[in-house]
Nanobody, 119 residues
Framework: QVQFVESGGGLVQPGGSLRLSCIAS????????VGWFRRAPGKEREGISS????????NYATSVKGRFTISRDNAKNVVYLQMNNLKPEDSAVYYC????????????WGQGTQVTVSS
């Protein structure tokens, strides 16, 4: 079964950091672009970052640029999202998915991981 498993979320104070992991299950991640997305209560899903297959080109939404870093380890079949200087508005459920060259997600989604930024 092809799916993603996200982990690493939690409760953190403003200014804190978290590292999310996205592990591919049932298929080899190598060869696919991957993106991170988030959905906050009452809001539309937001694409926040993506990475090419060769770990060279990365893209970030304006809202997270300079604070979040996406990376991947194809040998471990995992994509990471390092989140620094977290803000309350970063609170959301975070998901990963395969994306096309323009960042549009396709295929299956995981359950997501909850990130809550609060003092």
């Amino acid at each position: 079964q092809v799916q993603f498993v996200e982990s690493g979320g939690g409760l953190v104070q403003p200014g804190g950091s978290l590292r999310l992991s996205c592990i591919a299950s049932g298929f080899t991640l190598n060869g696919y672009m991957v993106g991170w997305f988030r959905r906050a209560p009452g809001k539309e899903r937001e694409g926040i970052s993506s990475i090419t297959t060769d770990n060279i080109v990365t893209n970030y939404a304006t809202s997270v640029k300079g604070r979040f870093t996406i990376s991947r380890d194809n040998a471990k079949n995992v994509v990471y999202l390092q989140m620094n200087n977290l803000k309350p508005e970063d609170s959301a459920v975070y998901y990963c998915a395969r994306v096309d060259p323009v960042g549009k997600p396709y295929g299956s989604w995981g359950q997501g991981t909850q990130v809550t930024v609060s003092s």
